[in-house]
């Protein structure tokens, strides 16, 4: 408890902007505004460990919306909704197509009229999923504004074309309190590799949002990749100027074991290389079946070629001390587990599975922190308020 | 808040009979009861935005059954528990088969051991949707009669075949609100018109139960169609006399643009021709899909036929000073938006489009105050109470 | 009021250890671990008709997986969550494919970091549900050992290849109150008897359920199903064990007519051949789509040899006094009403059709019942301070 205490005196020397705005990319935010999340996720932590109720909602709606399948992060948005007393209503829209204008504008405000917060997953179409949640936000700025809507629902991007944000802050919260600080990641060398997969078309949302978000905090970030699999141009552009601006350095690279050399933290993940998911939109904007097919067989043609991409004992070897965090979003890929040949052996994936269990274990706490932050203009005002309050999460 | 008690003031005035009743059709309604649920729904709606709960439920479960897709009236229906305090669980059952008999008492009762309340759509067979209703009412009564249930939950219809009570209830508050009260709805000219669209089959209960609810306020009501899309005629005699004991008058003409004429609000709007749903539903029952095709055929062809039939800029400069209240149950098919030739012109909907979007966001305080009435005896009494309760919805 | 009291004295008498414990098979459970369970359902069965809140969670999570369909049972785990105040969230995986290994482990986990409950149905394989549930189980206990977990979420077993424990118990609590106490079952004669269904394929959890559960209370056990439809034989010897135990008996007959004789309670209903279902699993495994044919082929004629297997007035006749119980888990295969030829004919299950609602009834508060035991370390103490609190389930 006097942790809880000490949590919140931290964060109310910070000057997030967070009330009554989106999150939709880490990049857009600043550095008080990222530091708040993680630590209102500490502290939201905490509270429910010690079995402190975060309830704020005597009753409340959370909308979410999943474009794309998802397990993880559908139980994390919900756990974090009812966390604070909001029930879940999913909007349950075919996931084929991609909606517009009017479309957009209407159920955006349908959907609405009780809604607390809205949590979108739009991540198969590159240059529309980040469009399509911009779209949503300016449909409920004008039914606020109208006065349609009573209240203007938060949203929070649960995943897009281009950042995944709270997987990457569930990342960085890992990472800060494994090494004790954010302080402490200055000078950490973190390898965000390319990895082998027998499947094609993962989103390049999570390495976007690792490069974007961990060069903001001092490390020396390696981007590795077998050539041809570069990432959105904008993005390894941006996060390379975080870097030199945080004091840490960016770098590219196109040998697995080369990148793995004095690695702090390795996070080895497949993705599809950036010009087939380009060519991929149109076709699927078209439905050109034909075409998509005859792009799938080039893209597992090219992907084929680099095997060699996978995280073993001996690429962990290299690393610091032999000893770097092994990270990953999950489920990973693992050769002769889920798959024949995949991402990562099974014996350097065992040795750290524990660890990717907890990493994602934070991603219910940052999407509450997300929405705390959205609904409380002074957060450490509220959480003390809680704190006080003491009322039970659970028991008579 | 002051006006929060004027209005209590006001509903305390009113004699309604809806405590432990169901809410299945308009017209088995007494004035008062009408009159309840809508000043009861704005109080809902006020207390919401002064931040009060409306929690009465500290736990409970709303059912509900959509027999047929929807995302409006979902996610009313949603609003509307959680606001209340009830958590919904959804009965997904196959949509296209018709139960009756030992399944829907089974049925019935197997999902009400521990519920309050129960939503129903179900507008896909005409004959069909009430009916089935009414067979789940029956169950419930013999479950409660026989000790199986410890409670009667409430019914509301969320569409049938024959009325869509929640709907036009939440454009009668529309109304209302609108032009300030009931009774400044008397002669005024409200036109129910059917309006091209590009679907078929649309159900005829919107209609309907916008001609047998405004009927009842004196209003001047006109029913507009082109030969051959009549609806159900014991609704339309009904709403002729309605029309008749209210002070107002009804009329029936087959020509759009004459209907227009001097009109002070309009509800352009598709539905199928009842010889046609008539006919579907023995088609639906015997599975024959070569019929169905051969049905749809012939309604489409049909259909095309009247493209004239969409509301636009010229139909409106028509309308009482050109300035008619346009409405729409949503989603409208509009003219080179949502389909090549719909019921409405773009530029028609644009100017009316926050206006339909107002008149969408009854809806959920519709749905709770009929949830209310049918649990409190004396609502005034208890919106009171919650008001000296003044426990906020939101905050520590 | 003072009956609440009363029955909360009686369970204080007893020595449950059910805290922290999952809830996977009755034979697991020592006969104050079914008492207690049956005593807390009942006590909170009379909470709710007496308005008294067992709310226990401000917040929590529940959640489900079911991996076959259902409804009785999704309506009754989503009722008994409610009932205590935990969200019901679903995991909704695809149910054709059994997980093992990794998958199990991570899903388990990253489903969990918020939850309090889970419930899991899974019975369509034998030699495999009752194992998954035990490979979730273990994983949580990593998890949690682990501290990836905050807490240890219980599990309930909603039906596996081997046991229906929450169908099960909520038959004997329908018999603990139709006869006035588990005393009053000794030398009762129950059957459990095979009836024939125009389907081929559901699963022996209830009958095996039955038997092992009735056979711990002194019941005359009499199992009947014509030759090839055997259980698993450890069950079947079990049950025989354990009626010698309990001062009953335990008999294996082949003739419908002869067992009915003098029965007080009877069990009529259809379940698949032993060695049928094992020829099944492979042939799933193996995704062998014509080798399932052939054998359903071959079970369905089995099957058409035992039409006579139907519970009819003229059994019944047979029966104690010609006024046996009759008890189904309900959907019944009614002949004349959802099928041709059936189970029961219709006049022997409308005679007791209020009867299997009442025993259908009981199932959330069994399952709530399971779920407050895991969570209590004395339930009664805290059923005691629920009382004692006497917040309204509804009011103001």
Redesign the interface.
């Known amino acids: 408890m006097s942790d809880i205490k000490k949590q919140i005196e931290e964060l109310s020397k910070l000057n997030p902007e967070l009330f009554g705005k989106d999150f939709l990319l880490t990049w857009e935010k600043s550095d008080d505004d990222l530091k708040a999340v993680l630590a209102i996720a500490n502290i939201l932590?905490d509270m429910?460990?010690e079995n402190i109720?975060?309830?704020?909602?005597?009753?409340?709606?959370a909308?979410s919306q999943f474009r794309d399948n998802s397990?993880?992060t559908?139980?994390?948005f919900?756990?974090a909704s009812?966390?604070?007393?909001m029930?879940?209503?999913d909007?349950d829209?075919s996931t084929s197509q991609i909606a517009h204008?009017?479309?957009v504008?209407?159920?955006s405000?349908?959907?609405s009229?009780?809604?607390?917060y809205i949590g979108i997953r739009d991540d198969m179409y590159l240059g529309e999923g980040n469009k399509y949640m911009r779209e949503v936000a300016q449909s409920l700025d004008e039914?606020f504004a109208?006065?349609?809507?009573?209240q203007r629902p938060g949203i929070v991007n649960l995943q897009c074309d281009m950042d995944h944000p709270t997987q990457a802050m569930s990342d960085l919260l890992h990472l800060k309190n494994t090494y004790g600080s954010l302080e402490a990641l200055k000078g950490k060398k973190i390898v965000m590799s390319w990895a082998y997969s027998p499947s094609y078309g993962k989103p390049l949302s999570v390495p976007q949002a690792v490069i974007a978000l961990m060069s903001r905090f001092g490390m020396n970030v390696e981007l590795a990749y077998p050539e041809g699999y570069e990432l959105i141009p904008e993005i390894v552009e941006m996060s390379e100027k975080f870097a030199k601006e945080s004091g840490g350095s960016f770098k590219v690279s196109h040998n697995m074991a080369e990148s793995m050399k004095d690695a702090d933290i390795v996070y080895p993940k497949s993705w599809a290389p950036f010009h087939i998911m380009e060519k991929r939109t149109p076709l699927l904007l078209k439905g050109d079946k034909e075409g998509l097919k005859e792009l799938e067989k080039t893209a597992l043609a090219e992907n084929a070629k680099h095997k060699d991409w996978e995280y073993t004992d001996e690429m962990k070897k290299l690393t610091k001390t032999g000893q770097a965090l092994y990270m990953h979003c999950?489920?990973a890929d693992?050769s002769d587990?889920?798959c024949k040949a995949g991402e990562v052996s099974a014996t350097a994936f065992e040795a750290s599975?524990?660890d990717t269990?907890?990493e994602?274990?934070y991603?219910?706490y940052i999407i509450s922190a997300m929405m705390f932050a959205n609904?409380f203009e002074k957060p450490a005002e509220?959480l003390e308020?809680?704190v006080a309050?003491n009322?039970?999460?659970?028991?008579?």
Chains 1, 2, 3 share one sequence.
Do not use: C, H, W
């Open positions: 932590k429910r460990s109720s975060a309830r704020v909602f005597d009753s409340g709606l909308v397990t993880r559908r139980f994390s919900s756990s009812n966390f604070l007393g029930e879940v209503q909007l829209e204008g009017e479309t504008r209407e159920t405000n349908m959907i009229f009780m809604a607390d039914g109208e006065g349609v809507l009573p999950l489920p693992i587990v889920s599975r524990i269990y907890v994602a274990g991603k219910p609904k509220a308020a809680l309050r009322r039970k999460r659970f028991g008579i």
